[in-house]
């Protein structure tokens, strides 16, 4: 998966990248965001024998080659590049960070002797929709990916639901990734709390 990763944002063919990426990669279970951001724990990380904290489910923009040249190539600002990439948002489970230190060689373009850190997630099928703007749910996964970790934007909670059209079990994103954000879920029948969400949601 981080050789079709890395085929997307570097000149070399599949077959060249390959041959140059390092055989171990280290794998990380935690990680904090930074200047006072979220901690996250990802799957790998999680305990469980003990109750704790869900802080694996994230907020992520799926353009990561939009956000790694933003900080490393251009002087533009994030405004800016958000509006003319027009990246979608995405949420998902992280299960692990892979700690990928690609070779100095022309291969790999502007990332050539550079540390990368990638996040392997598990997405929620929501459609692209914004739980900060709309009510968002999901009941399914998709297939897991790879993205950059400067991809992942906060933490988000959950509540499970039932009723609706479809009278199925799903679950509800709670996003409060901005400052204004005020989740409100509609349905009245709430069950199996998250233990990721604060009581007085």
């Not at 390092?22 to 951001?37: C, D, I, T, V």
């Not at 956000?67 to 692990?96: D, H």
């Not at 790879?146 to 679950?171: E, P, Y």
């Amino acid at each position: 998966m981080i050789i079709d990763y890395l085929r997307e944002i570097v000149p070399a063919s599949r077959k060249e990248i390959k041959a140059r990426l390092p055989e171990n990669m280290p794998l990380w279970g935690k990680f904090r965001m930074a200047h006072g951001g979220d901690s996250i724990r990802s799957m790998m990380a999680s305990s469980k024998k003990r109750v704790e904290r869900n802080m694996s489910f994230v907020r992520v923009r799926d353009s990561p080659f939009s956000f790694m040249i933003w900080t490393e190539q251009f002087s533009m600002t994030q405004l800016e590049l958000i509006v003319f990439n027009r990246p979608k948002v995405l949420y998902g489970r992280v299960e692990k960070v892979i700690q990928c230190q690609l070779p100095d060689d022309p291969a790999f373009g502007i990332f050539s002797g550079k540390l990368r850190l990638f996040a392997y997630i598990t997405p929620c099928k929501t459609d692209g929709k914004d739980a900060s703007q709309e009510l968002t749910f999901y009941h399914t996964e998709t297939a897991p990916i790879i993205t950059d970790l400067t991809t992942i934007r906060a933490v988000v909670g959950r509540v499970q639901t039932t009723g609706g059209i479809t009278n199925r079990k799903q679950w509800g994103i709670i996003d409060r990734s901005t400052a204004l954000v005020r989740t409100a879920f509609e349905h009245e029948d709430l069950s199996d709390m998250d233990d990721d969400n604060d009581d007085d949601e």
